[in-house]
């Protein structure tokens, strides 16, 4: 009979190399939490040079706390250690989908990310003190000292590079952090096996370690919720918020100084150049209008168009309808959106409501009008948008505003999606509309149209708000003429029943992929 | 009829595409309620047994008729316009409408029949008033009517489920070899001749109402052969040209290709346009109701439902008739100057046992149709093209299902919430099979059908289902076989019997509402002008 003999003593060398390599993906562990905080951080709240230095520096002097209070830490180091590789891995492994789960659904997000980067700071700063006990019998103190940092910071270049180049484009943030939090509770599994000698109730110590293992592979498989890894793969930049709302998945992206705004998978906004976008949408209008107080926006739930409308001083009211009160919340409670909006769906003046565009206008009171109209839907790629841009919704339109009013349409790319463009022009012609479609150079989006309307012939508007920044009296004409790649042709009218919009929109956006 | 295994309920009713998919043993409890209704249950057959009390009470009016469908509705509609204003209108069932009724609920209404109204041509004068009625039309500048954009039928109007996936159009094109387009084209060739074609009189050769068509021999001779035995003439014989014709036989008269007269088959396809294009619709959430509850405004307090009519009898001036509460109660006599019998002519076999009725009633065959009413929570998933109005499935024997809230931007349910109204014509060859079948059907076994056929492109539609109610109509719409249309019993069967005059749909040999209104307004007419009542015909 043979008993179960105890693992050989390995010899000595061999073990020292395998704790030097787990004290290596511990320091590279550390450093991703750092970045990837930091990269939140500056994601979120913007400025990214005040918060990256805030969250390292916060980051490092935490480390220093854990250090310091590495030396209330006695006795049972081993398994001291492989307690505290578990609690980095949970609060680690977890940040990021904690932090991507609070961030636009609590009011003051920056208190969460602070008290998270201190927490996980504290407890990588524990991690090398008590490593450098665990090896102080092995080892020559010089010897140890030189070994262990050197390792250390070698992590620290691996993590670095990790991070931006394999982990972030592949994996996202939250599977990122739920990852690296993996290999923590992985280290420390195996450190059972390593120091198995030194810990005390092995077994009910490694089963801990595989609680956290499946907890966080829970996690990733959970992941799929918040994002899903195709999704990660469609965008350019990391995806730092996505909901599904009842009708629509809403996503930011952020990276390059810069925040982007995505509806079902179709770019809405560039924090860069949204200014173009919407400066051409709102001032024409407000140039056309006969009067400036009575102002509608369809659409454009995120403010941007609502915070140009607030820059006219006549304004008295104004009416947001936007169909998803998940956009309307996002742009109140997500930080970056409003501070790129200015607040203004908080403004007393703006009056929000979450209903469908067409109903809500079918439902008004036909004396009620509106001087001023901005209607910014998302393209006509689904009938369910579509139908916003039918004759249908341009009656209604027309019958709702004011006689010296006037309404700018986004009406898509002229260049990229021309029979898509001007078949709006022809349709809101059929309305009984007058058009003057112009149209304005965003770089995110390229070559952007627009439909100017009133209800009475009108010239080219002029007397813009003074102090834009792209817009001018001086460079306004332009917009409304159209070179020979943009010039006009023919099509049919949108209607309801047959939605022709969506198929040439579909047509001509297929031929460009 | 002995109970039926699941598979083979699922063969029965809806083929064997759909059975093939079935998981074999008992199902689990579905996670779902509902009930189950129906014209036929218990009411209309008591009809068959009344001997009838002596009437307690008698009264008089000028014209009773008897049935509040579309038929009775229009003949109503008719003398109100006319000026003839002290008729009754009796309706067996709790709502008017026939086999149009609707039906509400918390997100929106549907309609438990008919559901939908194409535009007519400008022909049908009827039709067209009727929709500037229902301020679904107006007069054009140029005389033409114009359709509000927002009762029109939106688009998408068609999908159609193939393999795995849904595809725009109700034709199945995925996956189609060239000689099927090639049969395609020549169906829609000839459709296109037939919709241009015009008679010596300057008629189309198929028009709705039907009245208003050519009777030129050589195209009434079509009604003599089968739809299965016309493509056959012309070569058409590939599963997916004989698919797409069949739906329309099974859509519009609850028949297989064998059993439909090819003269009714074209004319689905070629009465309505001029080009053979696809038709415009007027379609509303709740469907036909829409119009019933128009048509029953305007009858006002002269329309009485819940009233069961236990006999007609025509007098030597006038006629009498019997009615009694359907709940029970004392009868009332009721002699009227004329009487209009707005029911299907079995029914009115019953009522009025005359030997030519009677001979007529046997004829007259009605097919059984089975309806849900899916009330979801949340849309399924779904693959390909995006729900249209009209959702085919290639391969079943159902016909699909229509969506409530197609219509309509704001409905009274969460995001997502609709109702999908699907739709099973039995078309066994022999009716009263197929009556015994459905009547034989529990809620559970018609909500196993109805998840067995859908589950097919929506694989997780029980989990969306809220509740599921079943109507089984086990006499729902006439069945133009060959020969029936143009036969002797049909032609002759709309002429009245002394005073007694007769309106239904079935009287045309199709189940439109177009020839429900036709007949209702003539029968009307007929009558306006017996009391010489100076008026210009709207037929």
Known sequence: MTSPS????????????????????????????????????????????????????????AMGLGAWLSRWIDGQLARRFVDLELAVALVGGFSAPLLFLTFGRVAHFRPVLFALVVLVGTLV????????????????????????????????????????????PRLGLVRTSLAIGLVNALVGLW????????????????????????????????????????????????????????????VVTAGRGSFQLFLDGNLQFSSLDEYRYHEALVHPAFAAAGRREEVLVLGGGDGLAVREVLRHPEVRRVTLVDIDPAMTALAVDVPMVRQLNGGALLDPRVQVVNEDAMAWLAALPPGRRFDVVVVDFPDPNTFSVGKL?????????????????????????????????????????????????????????????????????????????PGLRYLSDAVLPGLFEFGPDLSRVPAEVNRLDNQILVHYYEAEWRRLE | MTRLSRRELLLTFLGPLVAAGCRSGRAPALPFEGTVAGADDGLGHRLRQAAGPEPARSSRAEVVVVGGGLAGLSAAWRLSRAGLEDYRVLELGAAPGGTSVGGTGPVTAFPWG?????????????????????????????????????QLCRAPQERVFVGDRWYEGLYPRAGATARDREELELFQAEVRRLCALRDARGRRAFAVPMAHGSDDADLTALDRISMAEWLETRGLRGERIRWFVEYGCRDDYGLGLADTSAWAALHYHASRTDDGGPDDLLTWPEGNARIVAHLARRAGPRLATGALVTSVRPLARGAEVVVAPAGGGPAERITAGQVVLAVPRTVAARLLPHPRLQAEARAFEAGAWLVANLGLRRRPRSRGFPEAWDNVLHGSRSLGYVVATHQVDRHGGPPGATVWTWYLSLTARDA?????????????????????????????????????????????????????VFGPLRRGAAEPLGDVHFAHTDLSGLPLAEEAQWHGIRAAEEILARRRVRTDSLL
Request: with cysteine; glycine share 8%.
């Open chain 2, 432 to 484: 009263g099979e197929a009556h015994r079948w459905l009547l034989g059907l529990s809620w559970r076994e018609a909500a196993e059908l109805v998840v067995a056929d859908l589950r097919r492109a929506h694989p997780d539609i029980e989990q969306c289902i809220e509740r599921l109610d079943v109507w089984r109509w086990g006499h729902a719409m006439i069945r133009p076989r060959p020969g029936f």
């Open chain 2, 114 to 150: 008919a559901h939908y109204l194409p535009c007519p041509q400008p022909h049908a004068r009827a039709v067209e008033l009727l929709a500037e009625e229902l301020g679904a039309a107006r007069r054009g500048s140029d005389g033409r009517l114009v359709f509000d954009e927002a």
């Open chain 1, 191 to 250: 450190t059972t096996w390593l120091l198995a000698e030194e810990i005390r109730g092995l077994p009910w110590v490694r089963a801990r370690c595989g609680a956290v293992v499946v907890l966080l592979l829970l996690g990733l498989a959970g992941a799929d919720r918040l994002t899903s890894l195709g999704e990660e793969a469609l965008f350019s930049d990391p995806i730092i918020y996505s909901r599904q709302s009842a009708y629509q998945r809403i």
């Open chain 1, 125 to 168: 700063g524990l991690e090398i003190p008590l490593f450098l006990r665990i090896l102080r019998q092995r080892l020559e103190f010089k010897e140890l000292v030189a070994k262990v940092l050197s390792v250390d910071y070698l992590g620290a270049l691996v993590g670095s590079l990790l991070f931006p180049l394999l982990l972030v």
């Open chain 1, 6 to 61: 105890p693992p050989a003593a390995r010899p000595a060398a061999a073990r020292t190399t395998a704790l030097f390599t787990a004290v290596l993906l511990v320091s590279t562990c550390g450093l991703v939490y750092e970045l990837a905080a930091g990269a939140l951080a500056s994601y979120v709240l913007g400025d990214s040079v005040t918060q990256f230095s805030l969250v390292i520096g916060l980051y490092l002097s």
């Open chain 1, 389 to 465: 841009y039918t004759t249908r919704f341009y009656r209604l339109l027309h019958d709702h505003l004011a006689p010296e009013g006037a309404a700018a349409i986004q009406s898509t790319s002229p260049l990229l999606a021309r029979t898509s463009f001007w078949c709006i022009a022809t349709t809101l012609e059929r309305a009984g509309l007058f058009v003057r479609p112009y149209h304005a150079a965003v770089p995110s989006f390229g070559e952007w149209g627009f439909s100017l309307v009133r209800r009475v012939p009108f010239a080219v508007p002029s007397g813009l708000l």
